[in-house]
């Protein structure tokens, strides 16, 4: 399976890359990744699932610019395996995070370590992004103990199965408050840099505050959707995942991203596709 790609990117203000590598890997309940039932009875449903997915990558991205380096989201750690790991989160949690999740992830596949490979230390990094705050994106975070981290406000203080407990002790993120924008697709807003190449943009569904980080370079656009959807055909077909909170939202959300896919070359980056090497290394875009 593959690790890691690293891809020149040409920004208006000079050159960068766009870096994604996997932090192990997951499987997930069938049903959990593909929903069976509405919003309310997929749950039941993935938990009474007994097929798992193929195990799937745990995306962290990191955008070299020339305003600064943004990692977005931390992956998981080697830790996550271990029989106790969800006990402070108590019982229910704790069944559900053992019994639908599957993890393999060894320390040196962590997001500090793989940084450290690709030439990147702790004060390199300008900001580190969450698209949400499930497990297997804030799970690096220890990483980062002192780096700037930027959170929506809305998941901040609306968050679904966020493991509190795992958390950091120092963990205190900068909260975001997206804009409401006359932006022709994206209705809430956020750009995080000078030049408007980076933005985080509002995608609810998985969660009510998930967000996509938007990366404008002079040939394509890129979208690091998190867990818009868990692969490219969901997104074409409209394909709510199981794990999703909101599955209205969600659908709206895909919609958002298609329009805005027809105005815009535009290369689409979830956190657990196994294709999104091929797609960023051959610049396949959503046509
Ligand atoms: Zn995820």
Known sequence: MEQLISKPVRFLDGDGFLHGFSTGRVSVKSRFRTAKGG????KINFLMDNEWTEYMPIMVWVIDHPEGVFVIDTGENAQVSQPDYFKQEGLVLSYINTRSFKFKVCEEEEVGNQL?????????????????????HFDGLHYFDKTEILVNRLEWQKPSFALP???????????????????????????????????????????????????????????????????????????????????????????????????????????????????????????
């Open 39 to 42: 919003q309310y009875l997929s």
């Open 165 to 287: 407990s795992l958390y950091p002790k120092w963990f205190q993120p900068r909260l975001v408050d997206l804009n409401s924008t006359d932006n022709q697709f994206f209705s809430h807003y956020a750009s995080l840099t000078r030049s408007g190449e980076i933005a985080l943009v509002h995608t609810p569904g998985h969660t009510l505050g998930h967000c996509s980080v938007l990366v404008k370079s002079r040939e394509l656009h890129y979208m690091l959707a998190g867990d818009v959807t868990y692969d490219q055909n969901q997104l074409v077909n409209n394909i709510n995942a199981g794990g999703h909170q909101y599955f209205r939202k969600s659908l709206k959300t895909i919609s958002t991203i298609k329009n805005y896919s027809q105005a815009n070359k535009l290369v689409y980056l979830p956190s657990h596709d196994n294709d999104v090497f091929v797609r960023l290394r051959n610049d396949l875009y959503l046509k």
């Open 116 to 136: 450290e490979r690709l030439g990147y230390q702790q004060h390199d990094i300008s900001k580190v992004i969450l698209t949400h705050l499930h497990l297997d």
